[in-house]
């Protein structure tokens, strides 16, 4: 084990020491430096991170103890608490380091072609190797806040690359927004953490799981009078936070907004890894997520709402980015609705072939904004397929996994949701099935909607740009295909053991009661009939009404599209403008906040605590000082008729004492 | 050969030494004069290192003690010691005068001796306020340190100065007459004026909350806490850059040590009564100023009533009466000292090159200034709280305490993630991000080597004390714990 310990503080560090590298020294390394280094850091995580899944699976079928939990250093110790930096690999953590340094590494090769001309080409590598840092520090982490430490850490990144061009308004507007928004996530997430903290005395997971039966029975009165269960309430707020990082309606704001970001990062972070933290987190802490179905069925309901709602907005979308960031939002939706099934390993399975058919999307849709000089609207495209073949084939293979074709990735996961689900008994588990069936048709229609728009019909740009059209170079689309692999086997191989064969194992706890995936299992028979039988089902159908009325719609009859556009007004309307969410926080939260702001500074500061405490004790010195002042007139007569009255006085006191 | 000294002494008279010797030496040889008072600062930290060094952690009194006669018709002594509160706050204070002082160099051209010898004077009043062990010396130093301060601002201070330094000595001077009063009854109750006496004197209730109360308002009025912190921006505003950074890393801590010295351990039932009443106050700071630091339009004010807000959790955590609320507000008090001079140092920077700290001035700052952008962005991040910055551990540890006393006491606390990070990067954005907003902009000129090195040393002071902060917490624990059970044993 301790020649594993150093393995995995080499994953960890090596992406830091390019990043430190390149935005340190960015100058002195020069450009070509600064991707060597970062791509080198990289790459020595992806080949140690596949490594350490392989010998892990590797032992674990040895029968050899095969978790590795252990503590680097102890960050502080009060009160007999102590808080410690350390890592916990288990079955969970490797799938995810694979996911997150494989998908990195294609990101970072991809970004030599993308940033090629950028002025600040040094400085995005070091944040994307910095990203790689934290988000692999928040996996593997053996308690919970070092993984809030990872956690903001890849906030913090995100928001530097969504303000990577800072001269734009549009971008550094993005940039704060997402960091808020996802502020408010992270103030629920710490009281949770602090009720976990409050129960269990410790943050290590391994403290926390074999003890997680304490929570039974223990509430907290929030209100007067009315206690709630401590595991529902540590559960709510650390879902709250995962609400934020995932994108879960209604703290979903940000992430269409972090579109302004370069797109490689759109794929790693905004689509690819970042963003399935809050999945990751949910499956992690699946042992007191199974103590309470109040949290469940809100997890369910509100993953159920993404999953729907957001993929319509994509219908309406005509900045590619801005689809694909649509269309993350309601996958990441289709992965929560599992994790409220209690099909936490089907989340992390759909969370591994979206990452794979997701950034190959995101790429892809990159590798048209380069070939189209950073042009991002679809209207002006159209075409395009014939003259960046790779590009076209790729592109039309992780759409083929996004709605979810029998036999590519999505399909087996996305299906393998629905089933959950259809068997979940959980209060609101019927509405999320509805939601998440009706979600294929409306993937199948915007995925191809974009597809037949980008690629395919008359081209629509001018002339020049038409002229200039070619493939990518190698750089961009070598990424491509290593992404396009995993997007059409990975769901093949990894179904049965992922989600049949216990390859999670300990690292996530399912409560028989709510084992949906069992009863799956009994009607597994392979990977193949998976698929075949997947022909005969209500999603397949669904998915090609999708495909075929994309096809009609955009392609072939788009007078139609105009018509029911025109005709669907006001539904196109609140559409058009996301529901109106985002007005709704600007006027009510961030501009309540700086109402509130100014009220109390004008109101309370200057005019009761300046105005009337401060200068008025002032002014009631000075008027009394005043009042004061009249006895010294400094006339002769005045103080002797006082002192007059004095003797008067005094005489009187005398007498009055002597009787 | 260290420890026979008299460390504290040396650490309290050396830089008054250099003050003095500044101040009669005259602003002739002004390159002489900065040399002088950096060896001076340097020497000071120098003699102070022994004291975290050699400190014995497993000891709660005090240690590197000196005890001699002073004005023994009054039975007052000239005693001095540091515990484990004491001594960070010590060595806080040694480290950030040599920062000043570098700092200083070439932004402050006016009365250079004298401006850097009100800082040295000024360093040794509160490392002896920091290591008095007995009140009248105490209460010496506390009076003594409003003068360089007062004289700082009025001196080397902005337009409206007056009105700052009658402000901010008015509003102190209210204090301190009722630390005053306080100091006296207990001397005519104890005959004497040894800490030490007071902690150990048995008091009823109701004496306990007229001297908690009077102690309180001291306190309250230096860290300082709403409603009494009006004062702290307009000091901040008109101090020059060096002033607003010992006052917000240090000065704001004496408030804190005050309240770890006097109330909780003379009148810890007192404290226990009342502390509902403070931890109401210490949320509404938490709140209302942060919703205020939102708002502001000058970034001196904004960092000031940041430092309010974030004081906000220092008084929390010390009236959770839990070991970890009162070892989590010292850590944020140090945190802080870092954080709030870094930022007051970085509109320094700004403000020697534009002459203006009016946010709307500026904009696209990053533009030209690239490697102070990167470090302002640091700082302003850790202001925020972030993780692996020392800003984080203070508010995190207080949000965890305070859950164990109150669901709503965390939660009120925990929105300070939303608004720390809102008006720091708020303002962040206006100032650094954008278009190049003027042709004064267009032509700054990136960090010196010099306000590169005095950043830079604080980054890393963040980041060191953000990643590992145990050694902090190490020498704390014996002294804090032993308080901690004194003030639940009580005196009734």
């Given at each position: ?24 020294f ?13 791509i ?48 916990l ?49 928040l ?10 430490f ?10 530097l ?49 074999p ?69 990751f ?30 993929g319509l907005?994509?219908?309406v ?56 000089h ?31 074709f029998?036999g ?10 629905i ?57 961009v ?70 495909i075929?009325?994309a096809?009609v719609?955009?392609l ?20 058009d ?78 007498r009055?004492?002597?009787? | 050969?260290?420890s ?129 062990q ?7 130093f ?32 209210l204090?301190?007459?009722l ?131 974030h ?36 509109i ?12 709307s001035?500026?904009?696209g ?34 949000i ?41 902009v ?19 002071a963040v ?30």
């Amino acid at each position: 084990m301790g020649e594993m310990k150093n393995i995995y503080l080499a994953i960890v560090l090596a992406p830091l020491f390019g990043a430190v590298m390149a935005g340190l020294f960015g100058r002195q390394i020069g450009r070509a430096g600064a991707h060597v280094v970062t791509i080198a850091g990289v790459a020595v995580s992806t080949v140690l991170s596949l490594y350490a899944l392989r010998t892990l699976m590797q032992a674990k079928a040895a029968g050899l103890e095969y978790v590795f939990n252990e503590t680097l250093y102890t960050w502080l110790v009060t009160d007999g608490f102590s808080f410690h930096v350390g890592f916990l690999v288990d079955e969970l953590t490797v799938v995810m380091m694979s996911v997150v340094t494989f998908v990195s590494l294609m990101v970072h090769i991809y970004t030599i072609g993308y940033m090629k001309d950028d002025p600040g080409y040094q400085r995005f590598f070091s944040y994307i190797s910095l990203f790689t840092f934290a988000m692999l520090t928040l996996v593997m982490a053996n308690n919970l806040l070092q993984l809030f430490f990872g956690w903001e850490g890849v906030g913090v990144v995100s928001y530097l690359l969504i303000g990577f061009w800072f001269k734009r308004e549009t971008a550094i507007y993005a940039n704060l927004k997402a960091f808020l928004v996802n502020r408010v996530g992270d103030a629920a997430m710490v009281i949770g953490i602090a009720g976990v903290f409050f129960v269990f005395g410790s943050l290590d997971y391994a403290q926390i799981f074999p003890r997680v039966g304490e929570l039974n029975g223990l509430a907290i009165e929030v209100f007067e009078g009315q206690p709630w269960s401590m595991a529902t309430l540590i559960s709510i707020s650390l879902f709250i936070g995962a609400m934020a990082k995932s994108a879960q309606f209604p703290l979903h704001v940000w992430l269409p907004d972090s579109m302004e970001g370069p797109t490689p990062i759109s794929a790693l972070i905004h689509a690819a890894t970042m963003v399935t933290a809050g999945i990751f987190l949910l499956a992690r802490m699946s042992p007191v997520f199974e103590l309470s179905e109040t949290a469940l069925s809100m997890v369910l309901i509100i993953g159920a709402i993404t999953a729907f709602f957001m993929g319509l907005l994509g219908l309406v979308q005509n900045d590619i980015k801005r689809v694909v960031a649509y269309s993350t939002l309601s996958q990441l939706g289709y992965m929560t609705v599992a994790l409220g099934a209690s099909a936490y390993s089907a989340a992390i399975f759909h969370l591994m072939t979206h990452a794979f058919f997701k950034a190959l999307l995101f790429l892809g849709a990159g590798s048209v904004i380069i070939a189209m000089h950073h042009e991002q609207d679809m209207r002006k495209m159209g075409g395009i397929g014939r003259y960046m073949p790779i590009t076209y084939l790729t592109a039309l293979v992780g759409s083929l996994a996004l709605v979810g074709f029998p036999g590519f990735a999505g399909f087996f996961s996305k299906d393998a949701i629905i089933e959950a689900v259809k068997v979940s008994h959980l209060p609101g588990a019927g509405l999320a099935y509805w939601a998440v069936l009706s979600g294929v048709l409306v993937t199948a229609l915007y995925s191809f909607r974009m597809f037949f728009m980008v690629f395919h019909g008359k081209p629509r740009m001018d002339e020049q740009t038409r002229s200039h059209l070619h493939e990518t170079p190698l750089v961009v689309t070598v990424p491509l295909l290593l992404l396009a692999i995993p997007s059409v086997v990975i769901g093949w191989i990894a179904i049965e053991p992922m989600l049949f064969s216990g390859f999670f194992g300990q690292s996530i706890h399912v409560d028989h009661h709510h084992d949906v995936l069992a009863h799956l299992a009994d009607h597994f028979h392979g990977a193949q009939a998976f698929a075949l039988h997947g022909f005969t089902q209500p999603p397949f159908w669904l998915m090609l009404t999708g495909i075929v009325a994309a096809w009609v719609l955009f392609l072939k009859k788009p007078e139609w599209a105009a018509a029911l556009k025109s005709r669907l007004s006001p539904v196109h309307q609140l559409l058009d403008n996301k529901y109106y969410l985002d007005d709704f926080n600007a006027l009510v939260f961030a501009g309540g906040l700086r109402g509130m702001g100014r009220t109390l500074w004008q109101l309370g500061d200057r005019v009761l605590i300046d105005g009337l405490l401060v200068n008025g004790s002032a002014r009631l010195v000075g008027w009394s000082a005043r009042v004061v002042r009249h006895l010294q007139t400094g006339y002769l007569y005045h103080y002797a008729f006082v002192m007059i009255i004095g003797l008067v006085g005094l005489a009187w006191m005398a007498r009055s004492a002597a009787l | 050969m260290l420890s026979n000294l008299p460390l504290l002494s040396l650490a309290i008279w050396l830089p008054v030494l250099g003050g003095v010797g500044l101040l009669v030496s005259g602003d002739l040889l002004v390159t002489r004069a900065r040399w002088l008072a950096l060896g001076f600062a340097l020497l000071t930290l120098a003699v102070t290192l022994p004291l975290y060094c050699q400190f014995d952690s497993t000891f709660a009194g005090m240690q590197f003690e000196e005890f001699r006669p002073w004005i023994s018709a009054l039975n007052a002594n000239y005693h001095l010691g540091v515990d484990g509160i004491a001594m960070p706050l010590v060595l806080l204070t040694s480290a950030m005068t040599v920062l000043v002082v570098i700092a200083a160099w070439s932004s402050v051209q006016q009365q250079v001796a004298k401006y850097l010898a009100s800082f040295l004077i000024m360093e040794g009043i509160m490392i002896g306020l920091f290591s008095s062990q007995d009140g009248l010396l105490f209460y010496m130093f506390w009076e003594a340190m409003l003068i360089p301060m007062f004289l700082i601002i009025g001196i080397w201070g902005g337009a409206n100065r007056v009105y700052a330094t009658i402000k901010f000595f008015l509003y102190t001077f209210l204090g301190s007459v009722l630390l005053l009063i306080c100091l006296i009854y207990l001397y005519l109750q104890t005959g004497s004026f040894a800490l030490a006496d007071y902690h150990a004197l048995a008091l009823d209730l109701p004496t306990q909350r007229l001297l908690f109360i009077a102690f309180f308002i001291a306190f309250a009025v230096k860290i300082p806490m709403w409603p009494v912190h009006t004062w702290l921006p307009d000091a901040h505003v008109e101090a020059p850059t060096g002033g607003s950074v010992i006052l917000a890393a240090i000065m704001l801590k004496m408030g804190g040590y005050g309240f770890l010295r006097w109330n909780l351990p003379i009148t810890p039932d007192a404290s226990q009564d009342l502390a509902g009443v403070v931890i109401l106050l210490s949320l509404i700071a938490i709140v209302y100023i942060g919703a205020v630091a939102l708002v502001q339009q000058d970034m001196k004010k904004l960092i000031a009533y940041s430092s309010i807000s974030h004081m906000g959790f220092v008084t929390l955590g010390l009236f959770l009466f839990s070991v970890q609320g009162v070892e989590a507000a010292m850590a944020q008090m140090v945190s802080h000292g870092f954080i709030s001079g870094a930022l007051f140092l970085c509109i320094g920077v700004l403000y020697d090159r534009m002459h203006s700290r009016e946010i709307s001035d500026y904009g696209g700052v990053a533009n030209t200034m690239p490697v102070f952008a990167a470090l302002m962005m640091f700082f302003a991040l850790a202001n925020a709280g972030l993780p692996g910055t020392s800003g984080f551990i203070g508010e995190f540890l207080v949000i965890l305490a305070a859950f164990k006393v109150s669901f709503w006491y965390a939660t009120i606390a925990a929105t300070s993630l939303v608004l720390g990070a809102a008006y720091t990067l708020w303002m962040y954005k206006r100032v650094l991000f954008g278009e190049v907003a003027s042709d004064k902009v267009a032509v700054l000129k990136d960090l010196h080597w010099r306000e590169s090195l005095v950043l830079g040393l604080l980054a890393v002071a963040v980041l060191g004390m953000g990643l590992y902060p145990n050694p902090l917490f190490e020498v704390m624990h014996q002294s804090v714990e032993s308080l901690m059970t004194h003030v639940s044993t009580g005196k009734l």
